[in-house]
């Protein structure tokens, strides 16, 4: 029988225990949806007002020099190289998730028709987040070079689909709605052994789990910084591309920050050498600077035991929530094994919206994906495993007391 007081001495031992001092968060609130925005470091209020009041106002100008506004993007994607096992020089921070999708994928296609015309079908996920299919099937649509989306779940599917005219394949590390963790190292190696890229989508595990980029040999990757990582409400996202393919063409959006000499002013483009080349335009200087507020923090803490608590946190949820609400209709639909589990849990049901409206009216943060998905994200710099059991306890009244069925939770707004 798990208790609260087995929950409190387990944060006596955490050694990540303190980390939640540095972040701002309500008081009274359990916050389970660090997995779609992360809660806001404490110095990024510091961090914005030098940017605005010193930067802008007093500097003016001259911060593109002397604040190093310019190399901004890869100063802070060579911190957050080192939580995706990517080399100094091969992240760049920069506009957004789907954007860089856009830039990687056509990368990877350029690549793949200079080697074979008969690479034409791109693999994805058939639960993807839908703005990795949606990039997908705009950019085939409006290359009309006989491009073809093919949907799969899971790795015996992947397995299956896999042949000689698989150009690239796009994967979420991570599937946002389940929470499943895909290996990374033997699914890169299954695809390259047909001959195909892989784009790895590292929105839901960056800053949460293990990754080696390079270790697994992988193509690209593409991920945000707002959810694990703390940067901030639609703070620009991470691309990476390795050496081996960074230079061997341009990417499609060819603006002036991604050009060798823009201060020159040529009328052609010259791509920069290296991850440079994957900048486009002007960037949103004041939301990139709090980027690095929040891999500042993370930089602090242990990635091994970062992981270590996300899976204690995640199995205690687990565990509570079949102690404490097993008389009721829940379908956990998140993984079991640690090596297949990202850092949140869903749970599946009928009234899924409702009950989480039902949490949040109490202070207990979760989200809600459709269709009946209720995800519950563990984020270990700022969770208590005491955190995990009220959250159950406030769960299990709820389902208990039938507390959701009211109209006021069941009314959507716009963003669900």
Not at 123 to 148: C, H, K, V
Not at 154 to 169: I, W, Y
Request: with cysteine; hydrophobic share 40%.
């Amino acid at each position: 029988m798990l208790t609260l007081e087995y929950c409190r001495q387990l944060d006596a031992v955490d050694p990540l225990a303190g980390m939640k001092q540095q972040f701002a968060l309500p008081d009274n609130t359990i916050y389970l949806d660090g997995n779609s925005l992360g809660a806001r470091p404490k110095s990024a209020s510091a961090r914005a007002q030098a940017v605005v009041e010193q930067e802008w106002q007093q500097d003016l100008i001259s911060s593109w020099n002397k604040n190093q506004w310019w190399n901004l993007p890869l100063n802070i994607g060579n911190k957050v190289a080192q939580v995706v096992g990517a080399k100094e020089g091969e992240v760049a921070i920069t506009d957004t998730t789907s954007t860089n999708l856009f830039k990687v994928l056509a990368t990877a296609l350029r690549i793949q028709s200079e080697a074979s015309s008969e690479r034409k079908i791109i693999i994805a996920e058939r639960e993807a987040f839908p703005t990795d299919l949606y990039i997908i099937q705009g950019m085939s649509e409006w290359l009309n070079q006989g491009y073809q989306l093919q949907l799969i779940s899971g790795p015996e599917e992947l397995q299956a689909a896999l042949n000689e005219q698989v150009a690239a394949v796009v994967l979420s590390h991570v599937n946002y709605r389940t929470g499943y963790l895909w290996p990374m190292q033997d699914t890169t190696a299954a695809i390259h052994a047909h001959g195909g890229l892989v784009i790895w989508d590292l929105c839901h595990s960056i800053g949460a789990v293990d990754i080696d980029l390079n270790g697994a040999d992988a193509d690209f990757a593409i991920g945000c910084t707002y959810k694990y990582l703390n940067g901030g409400p639609g703070a620009p996202a991470m691309v990476w591309v390795p050496a081996k393919h960074v230079n061997r063409c341009a990417q499609p959006l060819s603006g002036w920050w991604g050009h060798a000499q823009p201060f020159e002013m040529a009328t052609d483009y010259a791509p920069a050498a290296g991850i440079r080349r994957y900048l486009s335009g002007t960037q949103p200087i004041t939301s990139l600077a709090l980027v690095e507020c929040g891999i500042d923090v993370h930089l602090q803490a242990d990635m091994p035991k970062i992981r270590a608590k996300s899976l204690a946190m995640t199995d205690l949820f687990i565990a509570l929530v079949e102690q404490e609400c097993a008389n009721h209709p829940l379908e956990m639909i998140t993984p079991r094994e640690h090596a297949v589990r990202g850092s949140h849990v869903s749970l599946k049901h009928e009234h899924g919206f409702a009950i989480i409206q039902a949490l949040i009216a109490r202070g207990v943060i979760g989200d809600y994906r459709e269709p009946e998905v209720m995800r519950f994200g563990i984020t270990p710099l700022y969770l208590s495993f005491e955190d995990v059991w009220h959250a159950v306890q406030h769960l299990k009244d709820i389902l208990d007391n039938k507390t959701w069925d009211t109209p006021e939770f069941h009314r959507r707004g716009e963003v669900t």
